[in-house]
Protein backbone atom coordinates (compact mmCIF):
# COMPACT_ATOMS: atom_id res chain seq x y z
CA UNK A 1 0.00 0.00 0.00
CA UNK A 2 2.90 2.61 0.15
CA UNK A 3 4.03 2.57 -2.61
CA UNK A 4 7.68 1.59 -2.26
CA UNK A 5 8.62 3.93 -5.28
CA UNK A 6 6.22 6.45 -4.83
CA UNK A 7 7.84 6.33 -0.88
CA UNK A 8 11.25 6.12 -2.03
CA UNK A 9 11.29 9.20 -4.07
CA UNK A 10 9.57 10.97 -1.58
CA UNK A 11 12.19 10.64 0.54
CA UNK A 12 14.95 11.66 -2.18
CA UNK A 13 12.64 14.77 -2.82
CA UNK A 14 13.15 15.79 1.20
CA UNK A 15 16.79 15.02 1.83
CA UNK A 16 17.99 16.81 -1.28
CA UNK A 17 15.80 19.82 -0.16
CA UNK A 18 18.01 19.91 2.81
CA UNK A 19 21.34 18.79 1.33
CA UNK A 20 20.49 21.72 -1.43
CA UNK A 21 20.06 24.76 1.56
CA UNK A 22 22.29 23.71 3.83
CA UNK A 23 24.88 20.25 2.74
CA UNK A 24 25.72 18.92 6.32
CA UNK A 25 25.46 21.77 8.01
CA UNK A 26 22.94 20.30 9.71
CA UNK A 27 22.44 17.56 12.71
CA UNK A 28 22.40 14.31 10.83
CA UNK A 29 19.45 13.17 13.11
CA UNK A 30 17.29 15.75 11.03
CA UNK A 31 18.06 14.10 7.79
CA UNK A 32 16.70 10.79 9.43
CA UNK A 33 13.45 12.45 10.89
CA UNK A 34 12.75 14.68 7.67
CA UNK A 35 12.89 10.87 6.13
CA UNK A 36 10.76 9.34 8.75
CA UNK A 37 7.94 12.52 8.24
CA UNK A 38 8.39 11.94 4.35
CA UNK A 39 7.40 7.83 4.64
CA UNK A 40 4.89 7.91 7.06
CA UNK A 41 2.52 10.61 5.35
CA UNK A 42 2.75 9.34 1.70
CA UNK A 43 2.39 6.52 3.25
CA UNK A 44 -1.15 8.04 5.06
CA UNK A 45 -1.79 9.35 1.58
CA UNK A 46 -1.80 5.81 -0.49
CA UNK A 47 -3.37 4.26 1.98
CA UNK A 48 -6.51 6.97 2.37
CA UNK A 49 -6.42 6.87 -1.26
CA UNK A 50 -6.99 2.81 -1.39
CA UNK A 51 -9.68 3.40 1.13
CA UNK A 52 -11.53 5.78 -0.54
CA UNK A 53 -11.10 4.07 -4.00
CA UNK A 54 -12.11 0.75 -3.12
CA UNK A 55 -14.84 0.22 -5.48
CA UNK A 56 -12.97 1.73 -8.11
CA UNK A 57 -9.77 -0.49 -7.45
CA UNK A 58 -11.97 -3.36 -8.16
CA UNK A 59 -12.37 -2.15 -11.41
CA UNK A 60 -9.06 -0.39 -12.43
CA UNK A 61 -6.54 -1.96 -10.10
CA UNK A 62 -7.92 -5.51 -8.18
CA UNK A 63 -4.66 -5.73 -7.28
CA UNK A 64 -3.74 -3.76 -4.68
CA UNK A 65 -4.29 -4.75 -0.95
CA UNK A 66 -7.41 -3.32 0.11
CA UNK A 67 -9.84 -3.80 -2.99
CA UNK A 68 -8.38 -7.68 -3.20
CA UNK A 69 -9.51 -8.18 0.48
CA UNK A 70 -6.15 -8.87 1.55
CA UNK A 71 -6.21 -6.16 4.08
CA UNK A 72 -9.41 -5.45 5.55
CA UNK A 73 -10.82 -1.48 5.88
CA UNK A 74 -10.33 -1.70 9.70
CA UNK A 75 -6.94 -2.90 9.06
CA UNK A 76 -6.00 -0.05 7.25
CA UNK A 77 -7.66 2.75 8.82
CA UNK A 78 -5.26 1.26 11.91
CA UNK A 79 -2.17 1.26 9.63
CA UNK A 80 -3.10 5.32 8.86
CA UNK A 81 -3.07 6.36 12.39
CA UNK A 82 0.14 4.53 13.27
CA UNK A 83 1.53 6.82 10.37
CA UNK A 84 0.42 9.73 11.46
CA UNK A 85 1.74 9.18 14.96
CA UNK A 86 5.16 7.84 13.81
CA UNK A 87 4.99 10.67 11.22
CA UNK A 88 3.84 13.49 13.70
CA UNK A 89 6.15 12.28 16.54
CA UNK A 90 8.90 12.97 14.44
CA UNK A 91 8.32 16.35 12.94
CA UNK A 92 7.52 18.06 16.01
CA UNK A 93 11.23 18.07 16.14
CA UNK A 94 12.04 19.92 12.74
CA UNK A 95 11.42 23.74 11.90
CA UNK A 96 8.21 25.46 12.13
CA UNK A 97 7.95 26.06 8.80
CA UNK A 98 8.64 22.55 7.53
CA UNK A 99 5.77 21.32 9.73
CA UNK A 100 3.52 23.81 8.24
CA UNK A 101 4.43 22.50 4.81
CA UNK A 102 4.40 18.65 5.73
CA UNK A 103 1.00 19.17 7.11
CA UNK A 104 -0.33 21.57 4.78
CA UNK A 105 0.82 18.28 2.17
CA UNK A 106 -0.94 15.73 4.06
CA UNK A 107 -4.13 18.02 4.13
CA UNK A 108 -4.40 18.72 0.50
CA UNK A 109 -3.42 14.89 0.13
CA UNK A 110 -6.13 13.55 1.95
CA UNK A 111 -8.82 16.35 0.46
CA UNK A 112 -7.91 15.42 -3.09
CA UNK A 113 -8.37 11.58 -2.12
CA UNK A 114 -11.79 12.44 -0.78
CA UNK A 115 -13.07 15.30 -3.02
CA UNK A 116 -10.69 16.31 -5.52
CA UNK A 117 -9.56 13.00 -7.29
CA UNK A 118 -13.31 13.28 -9.36
CA UNK A 119 -12.97 16.95 -10.58
CA UNK A 120 -10.30 15.58 -13.17
CA UNK A 121 -7.41 18.27 -13.79
CA UNK A 122 -8.00 19.85 -10.99
CA UNK A 123 -7.26 16.89 -8.69
CA UNK A 124 -4.24 16.23 -11.14
CA UNK A 125 -2.50 19.36 -10.24
CA UNK A 126 -3.15 18.63 -6.30
CA UNK A 127 -1.28 15.75 -7.02
CA UNK A 128 1.21 17.97 -8.55
CA UNK A 129 2.08 19.66 -5.57
CA UNK A 130 1.91 17.51 -2.74
CA UNK A 131 4.01 14.70 -5.01
CA UNK A 132 6.55 17.23 -5.40
CA UNK A 133 6.24 19.86 -2.19
CA UNK A 134 8.83 17.35 -0.47
CA UNK A 135 11.62 19.22 -2.00
CA UNK A 136 10.18 22.42 -0.22
CA UNK A 137 9.48 20.25 2.59
CA UNK A 138 13.32 19.64 2.95
CA UNK A 139 14.55 22.80 2.38
CA UNK A 140 12.35 24.68 4.70
CA UNK A 141 14.10 21.64 7.18
CA UNK A 142 17.58 23.34 6.49
CA UNK A 143 16.60 27.13 6.39
CA UNK A 144 13.00 28.11 7.11
CA UNK A 145 11.19 30.25 3.85
CA UNK A 146 14.52 32.21 3.30
CA UNK A 147 14.74 30.15 -0.35
CA UNK A 148 11.40 30.50 -1.57
CA UNK A 149 11.07 34.52 -2.07
CA UNK A 150 12.11 36.54 -3.52
CA UNK A 151 12.70 34.48 -7.10
CA UNK A 152 16.59 35.93 -6.85
CA UNK A 153 16.69 33.12 -3.80
CA UNK A 154 15.16 30.85 -5.75
CA UNK A 155 17.76 27.30 -5.62
CA UNK A 156 17.64 24.00 -6.69
CA UNK A 157 14.74 22.78 -4.71
CA UNK A 158 12.65 25.55 -5.69
CA UNK A 159 13.24 25.03 -9.28
CA UNK A 160 12.97 21.07 -9.06
CA UNK A 161 9.72 21.35 -6.99
CA UNK A 162 8.29 23.44 -10.05
CA UNK A 163 9.57 20.83 -12.69
CA UNK A 164 8.82 17.66 -10.55
CA UNK A 165 5.59 18.97 -9.90
CA UNK A 166 4.33 19.29 -13.85
CA UNK A 167 5.86 16.13 -14.30
CA UNK A 168 3.92 14.58 -12.14
CA UNK A 169 0.87 16.31 -13.37
CA UNK A 170 1.36 15.14 -16.46
CA UNK A 171 1.60 11.53 -15.34
CA UNK A 172 -1.90 11.39 -13.54
CA UNK A 173 -3.14 12.80 -16.53
CA UNK A 174 -1.62 10.00 -18.54
CA UNK A 175 -3.06 8.07 -15.86
CA UNK A 176 -6.79 9.14 -16.80
CA UNK A 177 -5.68 7.54 -20.48
CA UNK A 178 -5.46 4.09 -18.46
CA UNK A 179 -8.45 4.05 -16.15
CA UNK A 180 -11.43 5.34 -18.33
CA UNK A 181 -13.56 2.54 -18.14
CA UNK A 182 -13.44 2.88 -14.32
CA UNK A 183 -13.48 6.26 -14.46
CA UNK A 184 -16.28 6.86 -16.46
CA UNK A 185 -18.52 4.05 -14.51
CA UNK A 186 -17.78 6.08 -11.29
CA UNK A 187 -17.92 9.68 -12.76
CA UNK A 188 -14.36 10.82 -12.87
CA UNK A 189 -14.52 13.54 -14.91
CA UNK A 190 -10.41 13.16 -15.93
CA UNK A 191 -9.46 14.62 -19.36
CA UNK A 192 -9.40 11.55 -21.16
CA UNK A 193 -12.82 11.10 -19.74
CA UNK A 194 -14.44 14.69 -20.97
CA UNK A 195 -12.38 14.93 -24.23
CA UNK A 196 -10.55 11.97 -25.46
CA UNK A 197 -7.53 9.94 -25.33
CA UNK A 198 -6.13 11.80 -28.10
CA UNK A 199 -6.30 15.23 -26.41
CA UNK A 200 -5.53 13.89 -22.99
CA UNK A 201 -2.14 12.81 -24.84
CA UNK A 202 -1.62 15.91 -26.10
CA UNK A 203 -2.10 17.90 -22.76
CA UNK A 204 0.71 15.17 -21.60
CA UNK A 205 2.74 17.60 -24.43
CA UNK A 206 2.20 20.71 -23.48
CA UNK A 207 2.65 20.41 -19.64
CA UNK A 208 5.94 18.55 -20.60
CA UNK A 209 6.90 21.17 -22.81
CA UNK A 210 6.43 23.74 -20.07
CA UNK A 211 8.25 21.62 -17.31
CA UNK A 212 11.16 21.34 -19.94
CA UNK A 213 10.91 25.19 -20.28
CA UNK A 214 11.26 25.88 -16.71
CA UNK A 215 14.08 23.72 -16.63
CA UNK A 216 15.71 25.83 -18.95
CA UNK A 217 15.89 28.81 -17.20
CA UNK A 218 18.29 27.68 -13.90
CA UNK A 219 21.21 27.12 -16.95
CA UNK A 220 20.66 30.75 -17.64
CA UNK A 221 20.88 32.00 -13.87
CA UNK A 222 23.71 29.94 -13.41
CA UNK A 223 22.03 27.85 -10.45
CA UNK A 224 22.63 24.36 -12.46
CA UNK A 225 25.75 23.65 -14.18
CA UNK A 226 27.21 21.65 -16.89
CA UNK A 227 26.19 18.08 -15.83
CA UNK A 228 22.75 19.40 -15.60
CA UNK A 229 22.76 20.47 -19.09
CA UNK A 230 24.05 16.87 -19.77
CA UNK A 231 21.36 15.46 -17.70
CA UNK A 232 18.46 17.12 -19.47
CA UNK A 233 19.16 16.31 -22.83
CA UNK A 234 19.62 12.82 -21.70
CA UNK A 235 16.19 13.39 -19.65
CA UNK A 236 14.33 14.63 -23.01
CA UNK A 237 15.64 11.66 -25.10
CA UNK A 238 14.30 9.73 -22.50
CA UNK A 239 10.96 11.17 -21.87
CA UNK A 240 10.54 10.67 -25.84
CA UNK A 241 10.76 7.29 -25.85
CA UNK A 242 8.14 6.65 -24.14
CA UNK A 243 5.96 9.91 -24.91
CA UNK A 244 5.66 9.64 -28.69
CA UNK A 245 4.50 5.90 -28.64
CA UNK A 246 1.55 6.86 -26.57
CA UNK A 247 1.16 10.17 -28.62
CA UNK A 248 0.45 7.80 -31.39
CA UNK A 249 -1.59 5.41 -29.61
CA UNK A 250 -3.27 6.65 -27.02
CA UNK A 251 -4.49 3.26 -24.80
CA UNK A 252 -3.66 1.19 -21.72
CA UNK A 253 -0.19 -0.21 -22.46
CA UNK A 254 1.46 3.25 -24.29
CA UNK A 255 -0.01 4.98 -21.17
CA UNK A 256 0.98 2.55 -18.26
CA UNK A 257 4.69 2.46 -20.02
CA UNK A 258 4.63 6.39 -19.72
CA UNK A 259 3.64 6.63 -16.14
CA UNK A 260 5.73 3.46 -14.95
CA UNK A 261 9.04 5.35 -16.75
CA UNK A 262 8.96 8.68 -15.87
CA UNK A 263 9.58 7.94 -12.21
CA UNK A 264 12.62 6.34 -13.28
CA UNK A 265 13.26 9.12 -14.88
CA UNK A 266 12.92 11.64 -12.63
CA UNK A 267 14.96 9.28 -10.29
CA UNK A 268 17.44 9.53 -12.34
CA UNK A 269 17.90 13.20 -13.13
CA UNK A 270 17.50 14.22 -9.56
CA UNK A 271 20.80 11.70 -8.82
CA UNK A 272 22.55 13.47 -11.68
CA UNK A 273 21.81 16.79 -10.02
CA UNK A 274 22.67 16.11 -6.79
CA UNK A 275 25.72 15.08 -8.28
CA UNK A 276 25.67 18.71 -10.74
CA UNK A 277 25.35 21.00 -7.44
CA UNK A 278 27.96 18.64 -5.40
CA UNK A 279 30.12 19.66 -8.08
CA UNK A 280 29.94 23.05 -8.06
CA UNK A 281 29.87 23.39 -4.35
CA UNK A 282 33.50 21.54 -4.86
CA UNK A 283 34.84 23.88 -7.11
Same mark, same amino acid.
Given at each position: *???? *???????? *???? !??????????????? $?? @????????? !????????????????? &?? %????????? /?? *???????????? /??? @????? +???????????? @??????????????????????????? @??? #????????? !??? &? +??????? &???????????? $???????????????????? &???????? #??????????????????????? %?????????????? $????? /???????????????????????????? /???????????????????
Amino acid at each position: *MLRP *MNAFMVTM *MALS !GIWFAVGFEIELWKY $LL @TAIVAVSYI !GIAMVHNDIIDIEIDKI &NA %PHRAIASGK /IS *MKNAKIYTVILF /IIG @TSAGI +FLQVEAIIIMVL @TLVLSLIYNAYLKKTGFIGNISVGITA @TSA #FLYGDAVGR !GYI &N +FWPIENW &NPSVYLFLISAL $LNISREVSKGIMDVSGDELH &NVKTIAVR #FGKKKAAYVVIIIISIAFSIATI %PIINGTFGFIYIIA $LVIFL /ILILQVLVPMIKNPCYDTANLFKKRIIL /IMLFALIIIIIDVAFQKII
